[in-house]
């Protein structure tokens, strides 16, 4: 019991500390533990079946697209990585390399893939020969290596989750089209399986996926203001068919060089939801992709309990013949103390039952999203769930909406005023947000927008709120409207 208790000991406020609050909840919520090697975690069951959940969505747009998945190993010869060279300057600092292995030395490094342009591009080389093997439209999952200087669990760890996808094409127009319909792909499913509002827009040059021609990307707004990048989607030109010598043999008879995409999403998707929708309860979880949609918790009297669990027994049957993920709560904690651990659990619904329910014939439901309980009769108890969760999903986005509307700044367009602003929002204790402003299109300005606030680029969003005419920086005519923010 006493480990079971430690659950529902108090989570630090957001407000005190956001980042305390985060490792607290994801730690007291049993998603994850840490390990002795440095940055790595293990993924606990409710936090792997999130991940589960989320790849369940992907995979299925994917198929529908035509893609189909593959594995590649995960050990990547060093000299694949000096083939593109602007690729391994953009990783080196984060590679871990395997040097030895049976007690002998390697002739060749290794690495552990940081991701896996190269050696798939080498797999390319070999299969693709003609137009007619185009376009190779292949996506993995797989476990990536990236020693990281700072760590935090989901959001950025030295061994993380994701999937890569890499597609080859005949031409540019092609690859491009492609680029964009995954970045779609990533948007939908983190809007409408994770509750998560998104930005949608192409980096700039200097935030750009090393190797790539053009990187696009879906941003999201955490609840202490800072950005987190859910997905990027890459167009790589011919980049990497020039360095691993990828060609084909076209309609025309001449050889050419493919057109390459690469894009990704990871485990800090999980981290994302966490930190979007969470509260000083602990985890809030959109009903898509909750591991347990409902948790059912007889009351009452334990005389009475026989009386319940007759009508308890069926609706716990009913409800997962009808596809909900019930779980029912028949431990001997009082009731209070159960509705503690499944709130800070985030579990979507939790449905009472006791004696006097009986007698009435009702059930209560209780909402983790809103704290709201109602009654609903428990002949229609089954259907009353299913509209619930739907409107839960929903207003899970709408709040998250509504806090992103509420901390975007439109009204900041020079650096002493993002200053200001910043300044301010710190001595008050509140949250910066993001800030929508111009940017001239100058490397110098932007870099000096970090150096001198620690607000990054996020994107340049497709669809602004509004157009920007000046640049922050240096005051002249804005090329950009760019969202800037904070980061993980």
């Not at 994701?162 to 690859?175: D, L, V």
């Not at 000083?280 to 898509?288: K, M, N």
């Not at 927008?449 to 620690?454: D, F, G, H, L």
Request: with cysteine; aromatic share 10%; charged share 30%.
């Amino acid at each position: 019991m006493a480990n079971e208790k430690a659950y529902v000991k108090e989570i630090t406020p957001q407000s005190e500390d956001f980042s305390r609050w985060y490792i607290d909840t994801i730690t007291k919520a049993d998603l994850m533990d840490y390990t002795p090697v440095r940055g790595c975690i293990v993924f606990k069951p409710d936090g792997y079946e999130l991940w589960e959940r989320i790849q369940a969505a992907m995979d299925k747009r994917f198929k529908e697209t035509g893609h189909r998945n593959a594995y590649f190993p995960m050990l990547i010869p060093e000299s694949f990585f000096q083939k593109e060279k602007e690729h391994v300057e953009g990783f080196n600092p984060e590679l871990p390399w395997v040097t030895e292995a049976g007690g002998e030395k390697l002739e060749e490094r290794l690495a552990l893939r940081p991701t896996s342009e190269t050696i798939i591009g080498h797999m390319y080389s070999q299969w693709i020969q003609s137009y007619r093997d185009l376009p190779v439209l292949i996506n993995q999952w797989a476990n990536v290596f990236r020693w990281e200087k700072r760590t935090l669990p989901f959001l950025r760890t030295s061994e993380f989750l994701w999937q890569e996808g890499h597609t080859a094409h005949a031409n540019e127009e092609e690859a491009r089209q492609e680029t964009m319909q995954m970045l779609d792909i990533y948007s939908e499913v983190v809007e409408q399986e994770l509750a998560i509002p998104v930005w949608k827009g192409q980096k700039t040059p200097s935030e750009r996926f090393a190797g790539a021609v053009d990187t696009y990307s879906i941003e999201a707004m955490m609840k202490d203001g800072k950005a987190v990048q859910a997905g990027t989607s890459h167009y790589l030109g011919e980049n990497f068919a020039r360095g691993f010598d990828i060609k084909f043999l076209d309609r025309d008879n001449q050889f050419k060089y493919v057109h390459t995409t690469s894009w990704g999403t990871s485990t800090r998707l999980i981290g994302s939801m966490i930190m979007v929708h969470g509260d000083d309860r602990g985890l809030a979880l959109p009903p898509r992709v909750a591991p347990t949609q409902v948790v059912m918790i007889p009351v009452g009297p334990p005389k009475l309990r026989e009386k319940v669990m007759e009508k308890f027994d069926p609706l716990f049957d009913a409800l997962k013949a009808a596809g909900v993920r019930v779980k029912a709560d028949l431990r001997e904690e009082t009731p209070g103390w159960k509705f503690n651990e499944w709130e800070m659990r985030g579990v979507p619904i939790r449905l009472e039952i006791g004696p006097r329910d009986v007698d009435n014939g009702q059930v209560v439901l209780a909402r983790r999203d809103t704290g709201e309980k109602v009654t609903v009769a428990l002949d229609r108890a089954v259907e009353a769930v299913a509209d619930l969760l739907e409107e839960i999903q929903r207003n899970m986005f709408e709040k998250a909406l509504a806090f992103r509307t509420a901390h975007s700044h439109l009204d900041i367009d020079t650096l002493d005023a993002l200053k200001e602003h910043i300044a301010k929002a710190e001595s008050e204790n509140r949250i910066a947000g993001w800030v929508l402003a111009g940017w001239c299109g100058d490397d110098a300005c932007e870099a000096k927008v970090k150096e001198e606030t620690k607000f990054t680029s996020r994107n340049i969003p497709f669809e602004p709120p509004t157009v920007k005419h000046t640049c922050i920086t240096c005051g002249g005519e804005a090329k950009h409207t760019v969202w800037f923010a904070r980061a993980y």
